[in-house]
């Protein structure tokens, strides 16, 4: 069980490329998250998706699309990327219920350098 | 909807000393809240949670939290810390909905002096 995977690990971008992260997950869960984490800020939600082919945006979604053609995968893509995207990106998954609590999984992240 | 606050941004200890990250939360409904640790250049991991029942919850690596709703807290305690305790602490909070998302709280790093 590899759990939450992303790749991936580190890139680095010149202003106005574009790329796309992909965040995988193997535990069947239906939920799945794009979080930006920036220093003395935690972790901000760019975009969700609660189930196969559903997409969501959260607290800091511009700049920023995804897609969720799969269930276990979670593809974040950057259009033309800034230097205020600038950041390291956490993919996380969950599978939502009582029991569980909304419990989220994250991946190892993805530290990106937009010059 | 729901909010979170860390109150402290870092918390230098001893090793071996007590340790206490506080947390305060906000909501008009029902919550489950969650403790995370980051470890340098790493994920997020969950320490431990609190859905429902006790307030007084137990977590990996001898950290526990205690539920005080009146007080909106769930501050997170170890007795005793250790070097490898260094880490980056996140309180979190999500609504029982089925289309509720966690809020994080800023975080809380914690460094561990010999």
């Known amino acids: 069980n590899a759990g939450v995977t992303q790749t991936p690990k580190f890139r680095v971008l010149k202003t106005g490329q574009s790329m796309t992260l992909l965040c995988a997950q193997d535990?069947?869960?239906?939920?799945m998250y794009w979080y930006r984490q920036d220093p003395g800020m935690g972790l901000r939600l760019i975009h969700y998706?609660?189930?196969?082919?559903?997409?969501a945006k959260g607290e800091v979604p511009d700049g920023y699309n995804v897609s969720r053609l799969k269930k276990q995968n979670f593809l974040l893509g950057l259009e033309s990327a800034a230097p205020s995207q600038t950041s390291v990106y956490f993919c996380?998954?969950?599978?939502?219920?009582?029991?569980?609590?909304?419990?989220?999984?994250f991946g190892p992240g993805t530290r990106l350098t937009v010059t | 909807a729901q909010s979170v606050t860390q109150l402290d941004s870092q918390v230098p200890v001893f090793e071996e000393a007590p340790v206490e990250l506080r947390c305060n939360y906000s909501s008009s409904v029902s919550v489950y809240l969650f403790w995370y640790v980051q470890y340098p250049n790493q994920g997020l991991q969950l320490l431990l949670k609190?859905?429902?029942?006790?307030?007084l919850v137990k977590g990996i690596n001898g950290f526990e939290a205690e539920f005080n709703k009146s007080q909106t807290s769930f501050h997170l305690r170890k007795p005793s810390v250790h070097i490898s305790d260094t880490a980056e602490y996140f309180c979190a909070v999500s609504g029982y909905s089925s289309a509720s998302k966690i809020i994080f709280g800023s975080g809380t790093r914690l460094s561990i002096r010999p």
């Open positions: 998706s609660v189930g196969e082919g559903t997409t």
């Open positions: 535990m069947n869960h239906e939920y």
């Open positions: 996380a998954s969950s599978y939502p219920g009582t029991g569980v609590g909304y419990e989220q999984y």
């Open positions: 609190y859905l429902s029942g006790s307030t």
